[in-house]
């Protein structure tokens, strides 16, 4: 979302508006774990799957609405739904997801055997630490999940253009 849209792009409601936030709820949600109901992290993972799933119909759909023939527009559309949907799972919700949960579970840990803050200080500290990770974390996964879909899973559909996943 930084970066400014070429003169004539379309405007993707799923990059580059505020629903992008969206793909970071279970993020913040691992984040506050140690403060809020398990509910709580589970429906912020919840609301990051289902950006995942939107965004993985919302390029399935523009892919369909390229111009070309009738025999290649399944597979334009399926290419278009599996690599959206599999960049998506892995960069925005299981790879972070799984690196802020351990960065807050060892802050914590860490926190409890080498300070004698009380449990709702330690907490708190874990919650900020983990909010401030996630902006750190996010263009190098981001770098990683493309880096390891163009080492396996793309070289499967290396006749159709790469989709654009970030």
């Known amino acids: 979302m930084s970066e400014p849209l070429p003169r004539g792009a379309e405007r993707d409601l799923f990059r580059d508006t505020w629903v992008r936030y969206l793909g970071y709820a279970n993020e913040v949600g691992e984040a506050f774990r140690s403060l809020v109901p398990t509910a709580v992290v589970w ?36 290419v278009a739904v599996v690599d959206t949907f599999v960049w998506q799972a892995l960069a925005s ?17 860490i926190l409890g055997t080498t300070t004698r803050w009380p449990l709702s200080v330690r907490k708190w500290t874990t919650t900020a630490l983990g909010l401030l990770v996630i902006p750190v974390i996010i263009h190098p996964i981001d770098r990683s999940v493309d880096f390891l879909l163009d080492s396996s899973l793309r070289k499967l559909y290396p006749s159709v253009e790469k989709p654009s996943s970030s």
């Open 93 to 109: 919700v299981a790879i972070p997801g799984f690196t802020i949960n351990r960065v807050c579970a060892a802050s914590l840990y």
């Open 43 to 78: 429906l912020s993972y919840g609301v990051s799957s289902s950006y995942v799933l939107a965004d993985a119909i919302d390029k399935g759909k523009k892919a369909g609405a390229v111009p070309c023939p009738e025999a290649g527009r399944s597979t334009r559309v399926t």
